[in-house]
């Protein structure tokens, strides 16, 4: 028997790497909650009991969890972390979050926020456990063996700080009474990295995947909305048993709602009296909610948060078709928070901009299904959540988002900057591109896979994460082509949804679908601040040739894309791949005449091409006219020649 198992073991093993599919494991969770919310004092009284899998290959003799809110406390790391971040100046502003500011500095003792363990039992037995501010570390009485699962059971207590970053109560902004994200103590993830226990200073986040089963009792006066699928539904009427239904009556001082959610990595919810509620339902398709705080005698705001809705019914057909199936039952739009924070199948909005609706919508796929380790890889989520926002809106207005740029110089024909700008720009990706330029201007640049937390400035951190992400997406495009970037984010989905994929994962799906290698442009692009800039260097005839010769001036190696435009209005494409591709582009525009060229060794600094022209055919020499490639000096990119 037992030998019969192990053929079984060997062959069960031979066929998972055939199969070429990641054989990642990772922990699971089964959270259930009870929470009871003192809409008086600001106080949540919570149970909450976690079946955790080890599923990892490691005996695990400690746990560590999330206690977020303890960052809402005056001299706190996050408060710390903000005012010496305040210090600093870039282009007249403080670089601090203007959210954050030194508010937690001044906030009183009802203000700040606390998370508080009462008690903690694995399997029935009491566990010691260590405060280090936002990390609670458990030294367990026993280890967690591999592949074994244990009960965690606690009670914890909080205070709902008053809204400065996220989550809290009061937002001056919205003026929505709770905004309740990371407001449960949460384990943190496992992987093959180890643990990730990283303290709350500022931003991006990381879970282990699992079901939700959370029950809130709240003033009944109240409305809810939150991750999951409400499923008392019944007993609480408003729109969620069916569209445009009054809150039921409710005979004791508190409401029940209990809501549950599969397969996902956090949960958020939020509260207010004077919300309204919208639904849609998207056949064979995720219900939506959009909760939203009404402004009595206000239509028009009525109507804004009526486009939220019909927005995103609209768009989610070319989302699906782009990056992949949204697989959860529902997804609610919130009003709350400040600016616009995602979580698995809800998002917090402050206010019904289309922009920030799109980008929380694409958060879905680019951190709930694909959720990389925020904190290490911020450009894999905000990047890639950041270009496919910007082909949304594309799809959406109709409009690509150089234009944006265009109707500013329409507006203001006199401003030379903008017309350099606008030369610089590829059509999609426009702002990011942008940003980019300006960060590397600004000198503020660090690598790409710097911690999130520890990047030396605000400005180098969301330039980096957001439009140097979603640059490195567009760019791969110019690389692999366009065609062939789409499929690999198809496929990244399809490889590694749920599955916590870091960038080595990402380069290996865009590896296996182009069949080019890219290991290089991982190590530049992610690993290093080297930029990118080639040039036109000269041009002459030899024995009847006509002769180009291209310069490398920047440290960063690409491929380059070359088109020759003639005096009889024909043009040529010449693609010249550099040699650690191993391989080279199929044309992109099958209406060009298109010559692939000998790979370009990147040691050697000029490159010489030869064209079946005179010379004095020749109009104009351009590298790279989709201007895809992130080259920081344009100016030397092409020749114009006036015979
Ligand atoms: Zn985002």
């Known amino acids: 028997m037992r030998n019969i198992f192990l053929l079984f073991i060997f062959y069960f093993l031979l066929f998972l790497s055939a199969t070429g599919q990641s054989q990642k494991w990772q922990q699971s969770v089964k959270y259930t909650m009870v929470v009871d919310v003192d809409t008086l004092s600001n106080h949540v009284n919570g149970k909450q009991k976690i ?43 403080q670089d601090w979050d203007g959210r954050v500011r030194d508010r937690i500095l001044n906030l009183k003792e009802n203000e700040i926020g606390y998370q508080k363990i009462i008690s903690l039992k694995m399997n029935g037995i009491p566990q010691p456990f260590k405060y280090h501010e936002t990390i609670l570390e458990v030294n367990l009485t026993k280890p967690i063996l591999a592949k074994t699962a244990v009960v965690f059971e606690m009670e914890f207590e909080s205070q709902i700080p008053l809204q400065v970053r996220r989550s809290g109560r009061d937002n001056p902004q919205t003026g929505v009474r709770y905004s309740m994200s990371q407001w449960y103590p949460k384990i943190c993830e496992y992987d093959e990295e180890g643990w990730h226990p990283t303290p709350y200073v500022a931003r991006e986040f990381y879970g282990v995947w699992g079901d939700f089963d959370v029950t809130i009792n709240i003033d009944k006066s109240y409305k809810l909305g939150g991750t999951g699928v409400l499923i008392n539904a019944n007993q609480i009427g408003w ?3 069916k569209p445009g239904t009054s809150l039921k009556p409710c005979s004791t001082s508190k409401r029940v709602w209990h809501f549950v959610g599969k397969n996902i990595h956090d949960f958020v919810w939020a509260a207010d009296p004077d919300y309204k509620h919208i639904t849609r339902t998207i056949k064979n398709g995720p219900a939506l909610h959009v909760i939203y705080n009404d402004v009595p005698n206000n239509s028009a705001n009525d109507t804004l948060w009526m486009n939220v809705a019909d927005a995103a019914v ?19 739009f919130i009003h709350g928070g400040d600016g616009g924070m995602e979580y698995p199948m809800a998002t917090l909005i402050s206010g019904p901009s289309l922009g920030t609706v799109f980008h929380e919508w694409m958060h879905s796929w680019y951190q709930m299904m694909l959720g990389t380790n925020e904190g290490k890889y911020s450009w894999m989520d905000e990047g890639f959540t950041s270009y496919a926002e910007d082909l949304v809106t594309k799809f959406y207005y109709g409009k690509a988002s150089i234009m944006e740029y265009k109707d500013a110089l329409i507006n203001n024909p006199k401003n030379e900057d903008l017309k350099i700008l606008i030369n610089t720009l590829p059509e999609d990706h426009a702002g990011s591109y942008s940003s980019y330029f300006a960060l590397i201007k600004s000198k503020l640049d660090e690598p790409m896979c710097t911690h999130a937390d520890h990047y030396n ?9 957001y439009s140097k992400g979603e640059v490195f997406m567009e760019q791969l495009g110019y690389i692999v082509g366009a065609a062939v970037r789409d499929k690999i984010l198809i496929r990244y989905y399809n490889d590694y949804k749920f599955k916590h994929p870091n960038d080595y994962d990402f380069i290996r799906v865009a590896e296996k679908a182009s069949g080019i290698q890219l290991d290089w442009y991982q190590e530049y692009w992610v690993h290093s601040t080297k930029t990118i800039d080639y040039a036109i260097d000269s041009l002459w005839e030899e024995n009847g040739q006509s002769k180009i010769r291209i310069k490398r001036v920047g440290l960063m190696p690409m491929p380059i894309d070359l088109q020759l435009n003639f005096k009889d209005g024909t043009n040529e494409m010449h693609l010249i791949p550099m040699n650690e591709m191993f391989a080279a582009k199929l044309p992109e525009d099958k209406n060009q005449k298109t010559i692939t060229e000998d790979e370009w060794i990147w040691t050697r600094p000029t490159y010489t091409l030869t064209f079946n022209k005179r010379l004095t055919e020749l109009v104009k ?7 895809r490639m992130a080259d920081v000096d344009r100016k030397n990119n092409q020749i114009e020649l006036n015979w």
């Open 51 to 93: 079946i955790y899998q080890n599923n990892s290959i490691d005996d695990l003799d400690k746990v560590y969890y999330h206690l977020y809110w303890n960052a809402f406390q005056p001299n706190s790391s996050m408060d710390s972390r903000s005012r010496e971040l305040g210090k600093k100046v870039n282009n007249g502003r």
């Open 239 to 241: 729109g969620y048993d």
């Open 314 to 332: 609209k768009v989610l057909p070319f989302i699906e078709q782009h990056f992949g199936k949204y697989p959860y039952p529902q997804y609610s």
């Open 457 to 465: 400035t605000n400005f180098g951190y969301s330039i980096n994460s």
């Open 621 to 627: 020499a351009e590298i790279d006219p989709s201007k």
